[in-house]
């Protein structure tokens, strides 16, 4: 949230952009740490399953903008990416783009391991390419996305893999942008605990 918000009133946009965080019943503080940022819009979802699909398209129904970015909690936005993707009017270039995502792995106990670049090669793009992949990053426009309604709330898990493969159908594969995007904090994919919890979920 403080790279967005930052982002944003560096760039004097304050007037018309919005900041939605959808909170999926979380039991940590949260709520009152985006309550700090005087941009952001919370929306709280209660009592009721939740997952990665419904929370996007919650997000994106509580907002207005001709272009949506996503992000996920626990990724930290590069604020001169949006050079990358939008004229100097502030107006985005594509209808469906994304960046690099740069992995930071911790430990169960957050504790800083390594870092790759998510890519095939785990090094940098040399050159921008088109993919039928999203991730927990990207920028849509509007139209694009209410044309397939969203992402599939049935999927629990790989709910964006179906969604840039549904947009590819229609003709319209996500453009990886060869910049850095976004720092993305996780537990390693590889870490035991990871793997059983994703396995039990």
Known sequence: ??????????????NIC????????????????AETFKLVKIIKIDNQPCNAAIARNIGAQNTTGEYIIFLDG??????????????????????????????YFYDKNWIFKKKCYRTHSGRPLRQDQYENTVG???????????????????????????FGLRMAHIGVPLLRKKELGIIHHTISYVNTFKILKDFIS
Not at 142 to 157: P, S, V, Y
């Open 1 to 14: 949230l403080g790279s967005i918000q930052s982002m944003i009133c560096d760039k004097g946009v304050e």
């Open 18 to 33: 919005e900041i939605a965080y959808v909170d999926s019943n979380s039991t940590d503080d949260s709520i009152t740490i």
């Open 74 to 103: 626990d990724m930290e936005f590069i604020p001169e990416f949006m050079t990358k993707i939008f004229n100097d009017n502030l107006v985005p270039i594509y209808d469906f783009v994304s960046g690099v995502v740069l992995d």
């Open 136 to 162: 927990g990053f990207f920028c849509i426009r509007r139209t694009q996305w209410e044309e397939l309604n969203g992402m599939d709330i049935r999927f629990k898990n790989c709910e964006d893999l179906d």
